[in-house]
Structure formats: structure tokens, C-alpha cells
């Protein structure tokens, strides 16, 4: 039986990432963004700050939810969070480009279904014909 859900969230830690990479600011930002359109999303903005003496977090926020990333270059570490909805965005497509890119060695990630429509129904004081959803692929 297929499970209906509104999202797909993905948390990922990469480990020994380039360094470098990592301290860079705009680097990161249009990585973020490359990845979110290699996703198939819909990109309406994005924030990125710089930490002192290094670090960067920032997000895009696209039309089908929002991309986050936090970097520690001190570890070689970057922590990454893809949340999409819809049935024509795959977060795994920026997953794989972030890890490449990101020159990461090693990765760890968890997916979790977000929005589950059931438990929305069963939840909600919504009436059950305003909540109509399309399956994800």
C-alpha cells in the first residue's frame, strides 16, 4: 500500500568535505541553489551568511519548501537539510550533487516522510473534501 505524504525531508551530515569549500560563502550559496535546481525545484530565494572566522549557513527557499545548510570547515563537516513536497521535485538528485561538489568522503542521511495525508485527516479540523491529494511518485 503506497503512503500518502505532502513532503520528503532528507537530514544529512557530510563528512571530510574540502575545507575550503566550506568557508566560502558564495560557493556555498550557488551550490545550494545548483542543487535545489538539479532537485527539479522551483528556487524564490536565498539567504546565506558568513560566519567569523569561518562558517556558513544559509537556505534556499524554493516553491516546494526549502533547502538548508550549515558548515563547520574547522571539521570538515556540513550538515544539510532537503525538504521538498510535490511529485516532481527529487531531493536525492541534490543530495548527490551536494556530495560531489561538496567533495564529502562520506555521508549519512535519513529520509522522513513529512505531511503524512492520514494522519492530516484523522488530525485536522478541516473538512475531509478541502484535504485532496495527488499520491508523490
Known amino acids: 500500500m503506497k503512503v500518502e ?7 544529512i551530515e557530510y563528512y571530510n ?12 550559496e550557488k551550490f545550494m541553489c545548483e542543487a535545489a535546481e538539479r532537485a527539479n525545484a522551483t528556487i524564490v530565494t536565498s539567504c546565506f551568511h558568513r560566519f567569523n572566522p569561518w562558517g556558513v ?6 516553491q516546494e519548501s526549502h533547502l538548508t545548510i550549515h558548515t563547520w ?13 510535490g511529485d516532481t521535485v527529487n531531493p536525492w538528485d541534490g543530495f548527490d550533487y551536494l ?4 567533495r564529502a568522503e562520506r555521508s549519512e542521511s535519513t529520509e522522513i516522510a ?6 492530516i485527516r484523522r488530525f485536522s ?10 499520491p508523490m511518485a
Do not use: F
Request: charged share 30%; with cysteine.
Open 17 to 28: 568535505c574540502d575545507r575550503e569549500i566550506l568557508k566560502d560563502h558564495e560557493l556555498i
Open 99 to 102: 556530495e560531489d561538489v561538496l
Open 57 to 62: 549557513s544559509g537556505a534556499v527557499i524554493i
Open 114 to 119: 513529512r505531511g503524512m495525508v492520514e494522519k
Open 125 to 134: 479540523n478541516v473538512e475531509d473534501e478541502i484535504i485532496v491529494h495527488k
Open 5 to 11: 505524504q505532502l513532503g520528503r525531508h532528507i537530514l
Open 73 to 85: 570547515p574547522e571539521y570538515g563537516y556540513a550538515s544539510v537539510d532537503l525538504y521538498t513536497c
